[in-house]
């Protein structure tokens, strides 16, 4: 088996800086603008011209929105699993599945078992939100309509609207969330 240097490692670097920037559709003049790195030397770091550092790669990274370890291919180490940090609001946790700023973002939210069902209190807020639910039997409330919705079945809406999410009996509910910027939409494709 051929072992890999940190020399190919660093040669692979600008080639995938070049794929990852056409990809995107960003100009070297819209990257150097973004970055503050200037075009020529974007050009010769993607030629390989030019060997990467650290104050050349974060920039980079943040505007790509990817973590540094993508940028120059680095073997994946450590531990595999993700260990995510559960968030307890409005009675709710929700466990974030996503760990990217900006775009999209998933969630698992757990609708605890409670004695009785809760009284609606509706929020707007911006966005864009599509649900599937696991387990349970949720009530949706967006706008004027009250909906019911058992496990299986997925609403989408716009966040701007009155809206409001709990168990429909008191049983507990779980649901995927996916939660965007406004105007985003789910596309399914079949």
């Known amino acids: 088996m051929d072992q890999v240097t940190d020399d190919d490692v660093l040669d692979a ?6 794929a990852l920037r056409r990809d995107r559709g960003i100009s070297l003049a819209a990257l150097a603008a973004a970055t503050g790195v200037s ?6 770091l993607e030629s390989g011209q ?17 973590p540094l370890d993508d940028l120059v291919g680095a073997p994946r180490t450590g531990d595999p699993r993700i260990h995510l940090k559960p968030i307890n609001r409005f009675g709710m946790t929700f466990v974030p599945l996503s760990r990217r ?3 999209v973002h998933a969630f698992k939210m757990i609708i605890p078992a ?17 649900l599937y ?32 999410l709990g168990s429909a009996d008191g049983g507990a509910v779980e649901l995927l969330i996916l939660f965007g910027q406004q105007g985003m939409r789910v596309h399914v494709s079949a």
């Open 13 to 18: 670097v600008g080639p995938r800086l070049r």
């Open 39 to 44: 075009q020529s030397t974007l050009s010769r």
């Open 50 to 66: 030019r060997r990467a550092t650290l104050e050349l790669l974060l920039p980079l990274a943040r505007v790509y929105d990817v």
């Open 101 to 103: 700023p900006g775009g």
């Open 114 to 130: 409670r004695p009785a069902p809760l009284e609606p209190t509706p929020q707007t807020h911006e966005g864009f939100e599509w």
């Open 133 to 164: 639910v696991l387990s349970g039997r949720l009530r949706l409330v967006l706008g004027e309509r009250d909906l019911l919705l058992p496990p299986g079945e997925a609403a989408e809406f716009d966040t701007s609207l009155p809206h409001w």
